[in-house]
């Protein structure tokens, strides 16, 4: 092995059908180094992760690990773990149903009897060093998905591992969050422990981590020092062509086209819910892209939620085009031209054991009814219409939605809602945790949709991807409206002061 390697992968492969996943992929983790595995949606970061930990085997090449003298062969998560590799997946795969401590040692404990009051207070001094709000013995369904992350990371970060792998880890973490957890890896990194770091913020690979490796299409980009690669240049290994930035994206919008004295497609006056808004009026105009900004819990999707029926509404109006309507619930909202693309894609959006296809055709059949059923080849045309509008990488409309990568599955829920053909599209959080030119290719998609007439409420964590696709932002703070921002106060500094203390309206 090379000095001071604490892993190394040498020409692996791996192949589905239909699929070349890897294809003699290299990678190298040093001792007491943070390394960042870039790469779009669909170009091999997590499946070299899933061969690296078990999950998937591999089809060709070698690991090696510091300390064996010959190749290892890792047949699942549980030898990975016991080899001293230890994961946190971007989807948060722990037990919402038990408790925090007993998700932090679950297949850990020996014997069979079990101390949990020991279990407990070790738990309860390791959240603590983390500044983890949670509490040994709180069931961890009733934790944000920020702490569920967080205790994750505390679970992986206590196994004692050579080899840390952090799976787009702060990718529901407000901006406090991920300071600590990047104290956390610049600690272990002092220790000696190798982390890989998976994410699609690129401001924080440049913020913490030492090398880069690029994957694109299943192959090899390059290694690289960090000091030698400039973002542009990153950017450009990633896509496989040169890129700006995203910096003209909103060139291509038209929003002078916007009648704000006209009737607002939707309107909702002192709409509330029963998961802690208050109550908030908003609008949205055809043609128009808005949004909801403000930090994580500030209530920002319980809003949108809130809209489309999707949380129990307890008070308020709501107009479509002028008339008075009512929405309960989400089948009110689909009938009146309203669609929504939920944030947690995997617990609200996709069906993972259906293909493609029927998640593609899922809402509008739910709006036709199940007793009349869309033919084969009617499915098979929209399915096939959408793949190719969106690009959607896929074997066929034949396979399981969750064999695709999270980029791909995001998209094909985009394409379920855009079949059903709305006046009013909700996207909460569309571009979270996939690559850089897939978002590109989703903020273009709102902003062409907006050209055609349609009205878009848009989500973003990231405040620059927000004032690029948006023309007027509505800030939230503690689950109240602080704001409403447009024109040239939709900048940067104007949204954070208002979300740190200002109330601009």
């Given amino acids: 092995m090379e000095t001071g390697a604490v892993l190394e992968m040498r020409?692996?492969?791996?192949?589905?059908?239909?699929?070349?996943?890897?294809?003699?992929?290299?990678?190298?983790?040093?001792?007491?180094?943070?390394?960042?595995?870039?790469?779009?949606?669909g170009a091999g970061k997590s499946t070299l992760i899933k061969v690296l930990t078990g999950v998937y085997p591999k089809d060709g090449g070698e690991i090696r690990l510091k300390g064996s003298d010959k190749p290892v062969h890792i047949r699942s998560p549980q030898e990975a773990q016991n080899m001293g590799i230890s994961t946190v997946y971007q989807e948060i795969t722990l037990c919402p149903n038990l408790t925090v401590a007993e998700n932090m040692y679950i297949g850990r404990t020996k014997g069979p009897l079990t101390n949990w009051r020991k279990i407990n207070n070790d738990a309860g001094k390791l959240l603590d060093s983390l500044g983890i709000p949670a509490l040994p013995a709180q069931q961890l369904g009733s934790c944000s998905i920020a702490v569920q992350q967080m205790v994750a990371i505390a679970r992986a970060v206590d196994m004692e591992c050579k080899v840390l792998i952090l799976?787009?880890?702060?990718?529901?973490?407000?901006?406090?969050?991920?300071?600590?957890?990047?104290?956390?890896?610049?600690?272990?990194?002092?220790?000696?422990?190798?982390i890989i770091f998976v994410t699609h913020f690129l401001e924080q690979v440049y913020e913490v981590c030492d090398r880069i490796t690029v994957l694109r299409d299943g192959t090899l980009v390059g290694e690289y020092v960090i000091e030698d690669l400039p973002r542009v240049q990153?950017?450009?290994?990633?896509?496989?062509?040169?890129?700006?930035?995203?910096?003209?994206?909103?060139?291509?919008?038209?929003?002078?086209?916007?009648?704000?004295?006209?009737?607002?497609?939707?309107?909702?006056?002192?709409?509330a819910g029963t998961t802690g808004i208050k109550p908030f009026d908003f609008s949205i105009h055809k043609g128009e892209v808005n949004g909801f900004t403000g930090l994580l819990g500030s209530g920002r999707s319980e809003c949108v939620r809130a809209i489309f029926g999707a949380d129990k509404v307890s008070g308020g109006t709501v107009m479509m085009n002028g008339k008075k309507v009512k929405i309960n619930k989400p089948l009110d909202a689909m009938k009146n031209g309203i669609s929504y693309l939920p944030e947690d894609r995997k617990r609200d959006g996709i069906v993972g054991d259906l293909s493609v296809r029927d998640n593609i055709i899922l809402a509008l059949q739910v709006m036709k009814g199940f007793f009349r059923p869309f033919s084969r080849a009617q499915a098979e045309a929209f399915a096939d219409e959408y793949i190719k509008l969106l690009s959607i990488k896929t074997a066929s409309s034949e396979t399981p939605i969750k064999s695709l990568s999270g980029g791909n599955q995001q998209k094909v829920i985009l394409a379920r809602w855009l079949l059903a053909n709305p006046v009013y599209l909700i996207l909460d959080e569309p571009?979270?945790?996939?690559?850089?030119?897939?978002?590109?290719?989703?903020?273009?998609?709102?902003?062409?949709?907006a050209a055609e007439g349609k009205s878009v409420t848009f989500i973003s964590s990231e405040i620059d991807e927000m004032i690029r696709t948006c023309s007027r932002l509505v800030v939230m703070r503690d689950g109240k409206v602080v704001g409403e921002l447009s024109g040239n106060d939709l900048n940067q500094n104007k949204i954070m002061a208002t979300i740190a203390g200002g109330e601009s309206k």
Avoid: W
């Avoid at 571009?431 to 949709?449: F, M, N, P, S």
């Fill in 167 to 194: 799976d787009e880890p702060t990718s529901s973490l407000d901006e406090q969050e991920v300071e600590k957890l990047f104290k956390l890896m610049r600690d272990l990194k002092e220790k000696g422990v190798g």
């Fill in 431 to 449: 571009t979270r945790g996939i690559d850089i030119g897939t978002k590109v290719e989703i903020q273009k998609l709102v902003l062409k949709l």
């Fill in 234 to 271: 990153l950017v450009s290994k990633m896509l496989g062509k040169d890129f700006d930035d995203m910096a003209d994206i909103k060139s291509e919008s038209d929003t002078d086209k916007i009648d704000y004295n006209s009737t607002p497609v939707y309107e909702a006056k002192k709409l």
């Fill in 11 to 41: 020409g692996i492969c791996k192949y589905f059908p239909g699929v070349r996943a890897l294809e003699q992929v290299d990678f190298t983790l040093r001792e007491g180094e943070i390394h960042a595995l870039m790469g779009e949606n």
